[in-house]
């Protein structure tokens, strides 16, 4: 019988050395690299064979691989010159943290399948009710708990399901309400789910969902014959960082028995700085909440932080046991399943690197990195507010600058167009209002201030004064 | 202002040489550990601080924690004596490449935003639909391709949903139909979707779905004016690998416009080797494919391989383009955008950790390592067959051998708890037509047959002569 050609332990030393030379290589040259790769769509195939190899190939030819194809195909996300989108860190004690959970190879979906995955999320997960001053009700000692999700659209997919789950007649025509900034992701959600009707309610001037407005169009649903039962309230909004204001949407939910989704991916972990903590108000009012370690909180995709007040409505809606899954300790009732709490049955460690990542930087160490990222912010937007041909097209938020050209928004393509030439920086655009809106956001984990001051140069030199 | 403490090139030097050394030697000393580690609920937790640390930690300490708290809770799924469930094998490629794709930290939401994690993605999906042999109309060259997914799950999720999206009336009383035999996540994915009916279809005495039955529950729902729309045939069910016969079950389909989705999850890697093929008789009649190159392809979670038919029908269910998200490569139409094919819409490169299993290994490496598997559960069959006590519960299928002891159902019980109560093995159970049954599946990594002779040993010795 022929042998199956396993990499042995010491092939693994030999080959990884190498590759944590060549990731720590990559930190330090990245900022050398245009931020977006100059390839036409197909390039990349262009390089690769058109079969899979028949024998097993060198290393030296793999490695050589991610200098040949790779990196030239790379849209480089932890450039010091990356405003683009949002910030999705991966820091070292995370990369780290991924690389020892994959050799570990635990799968948790029960707790026996892997105890120490299920115990350390759920104690991680404990841990950030207090960083992050969430409710105490949602730590795993009372009625809640936290999970980690695959991604803020997995995590209000299980929201949704959860909300539904608990109505008398889940048959009923369902309407569900979030802004008219909500992030695309609940639209698919919903879909998704087979919920028929997604109310985008109007915002005001701060961009934020009119409570007022939330009320009247539950009412009308009523009074037509269908059911109400879920709202997403969004903590910064994709386009402008915009917060829905929790407490008033929180009562109209809670009296009309509304499900509170709170989406809060990006801005979210702001909460480990008690100044940034006020977007919480009325958070005691929400049935669940998700926010994403992947964005700003230095943990690599995936790594959602998913918590629900009552987690019986999760796992009783998402629990389905079939023989092969049974065990004694699920049936002594003294362990969490996280299976039960989301779709997937299949769940990496990634508690793990989360949990790396709160040691290595400590609270205090992620509170100054967050810190820095908002302070700069803020300075850009004070050189934004003082320009004689910008202006703020919203206000800063946290780490987000909104801004336009006075003439335009052909000017405004035309600066983005520009200032994206350069390759040393990368920013992308939204609308709001109608208008075309350039997006500086701030806080990729090697951005400092030279960084920040080479895009404002950029912008300033393109936007003419 | 204070400095974030972020880790420089330099400690993700030092450490990740240490934690490199610290994988392999794991791998090294596995099968020195018991499979299950023996802790009670609550055991891990009590080895944690109450509070996230306020300061930053030493390496050195959380370096000595793996071996403090994570080995001791952690149920060891690389163990040589590993024949629970299903393999999850982490290979040295695939998990170097999981810290490289974090290392290098894209996240490949659009083309733009990753053209290398796409491109690639799509390039080894178009690799494995030769490999497999799988319908050349997969291929992304003409009406399908391919997508990683997060799960099986994820990915028949995916299917329910595109499925209902053609239909001309989505809000009808749909149906959708699986083997008795299926597995669970189906159920929970309708649930999810918000599908009313699931029907279970009789299986034959090979434990597969019976064509005929199908064809009459159609009907039947037809004629109640019930709207058939969703079926999944099983390659290789979780209880016994049992393959439904997927051309009868794909005729009923199309004649009735049913979307059939094939779910090979543990079973369907298995068609590297073409002697394993036949199970995939009219596979050009499906809809949708899911296998996992996370179980039995070497491949650490998550990597669920997903194929289309009909690209146009899964983007076109998932798509909602938001202005944030416009970008001059998506509306060229030119290129794969893969948020649009599937839940969420955040991906990190996956790709990567696969493309290294399949250069590392080969297609012939690959062939190797499944047909030792298999031809060690041959043998085993063959020693149960011929053991007085014990008989086989189903029929030797690919990796994984079924069987129970004579005496009855307390009997197989006594046997799995003394076979497991050794910690050299681990083996878990299912129920097959009410009777418990010891599932054996051989196929992790380090295997080899001095550990199958261990668990006979311990099996033959336990079940007495």
Redesign the interface.
């Known amino acids: ?13 030999r ?3 190498e ?10 040259r990245v900022h050398e690299l245009p931020v ?2 100059s ?1 036409a ?5 262009a390089l ?1 064979p058109a ?7 060198r ?1 030296e ?2 490695i050589a691989d ?1 200098d040949r ?2 990196i ?7 450039h010091p010159g990356w405003f683009g ?1 949002f910030p ?9 943290g ?3 959970a ?6 948790g979906m029960l ?7 299920t ?2 999320e ?3 997960m404990d ?2 009710v ?2 992050l001053a969430l409710p105490a009700a949602w730590r795993s000692d009372r009625t809640g708990g936290g999970v980690i999700q ?5 995590a209000a ?1 299980s929201a949704i ?1 959860a909300a ?2 608990r109505l008398p007649d ?2 009923a025509e369902l309407v569900a309400y979030a802004s008219t900034e909500t ?3 609940i ?3 919903l ?6 009707h997604l109310r985008l309610i109007e915002i005001d001037d701060e961009r934020a969902m009119r409570p007022d407005r939330l009320r009247e169009a539950i009412a009308a649903d009523r009074a037509a014959g269908r059911v109400p039962f879920f709202c997403c309230a969004t903590l910064g909004t ?2 402008s960082l915009a917060f829905d204001p929790l407490r008033p949407i929180g009562e109209a939910c809670r009296e009309a028995g509304l499900w509170l989704h709170v989406d809060a991916a990006m801005a979210g972990v702001a909460a480990i700085c008690p100044e940034f903590r006020s977007m919480h108000d009325g958070l005691e009012l929400a049935s669940s909440y998700a926010t994403n370690a ?1 964005k700003w909180l ?1 943990t ?3 790594c959602d932080l998913f918590w629900v007040a009552d987690r019986a409505a999760l796992t009783s ?2 629990s ?6 049974r065990n004694a ?1 699920s049936a ?1 009732g ?2 969490i399943d996280y299976r039960d709490w989301h ?6 460690f990634r508690a ?1 690197k989360l949990w ?1 990542v ?9 509170r ?2 967050l ?2 990222d908002v ?1 700069l912010a803020a300075e850009f937007a004070e050189r934004v507010r003082t320009h004689p041909s910008l202006e703020l097209a919203a206000p800063q938020r946290l780490s987000l600058v909104c801004l336009c050209h006075r003439d335009g928004d052909d000017a405004t393509r035309a600066l983005l167009t520009a200032v994206n030439a350069d390759g040393s920086v990368f920013v ?4 709001l209002d109608g208008r075309y809106i350039l ?1 500086v956001s701030i806080g990729a ?2 951005t400092e201030r030279v960084h920040v001051d080479r895009l404002w140069d950029l912008i300033d030199r393109a936007a003419g004064r």
């Not at 999705?88 to 780290?96: F, Q």
């Open positions: 019988m022929s042998h199956a050609p396993h990499m042995t332990a010491d092939e693994f030393r080959v990884g050395h590759l944590v030379e060549w990731t720590a290589a990559y930190m330090e977006q790769p390839v769509p197909g390039d990349i195939r690769l079969a899979a190899p028949e024998q097993g190939e290393w030819a793999i991610l194809v790779v030239p195909g790379t849209t480089h996300w932890q989108y999705a860190n991966a820091s070292g004690p995370s990369v780290l991924e690389m020892v994959a050799g570990i190879g635990m799968q707790w026996s399948t892997g105890p120490v995955c115990e350390l759920t104690h991680v841990w950030l207090d960083l695959h991604s803020a659209s997995d997919l399901v539904r789950y889940p048959a992030h695309s992701s639209a698919k959600d879909r998704v789910a087979g919920i028929p994709t386009s992947h230095f690599n995709f995936d809606a998402l389905i046991l079939p023989e092969y899954l300790a002594s003294a362990v779709v997937p049955l299949g769940r990496r793990l790396w709160i040691r290595h930087y400590g609270a205090e160490g992620l100054a990195a810190r820095e302070a992308t655009h939204t609308v997006r984990l090697p």
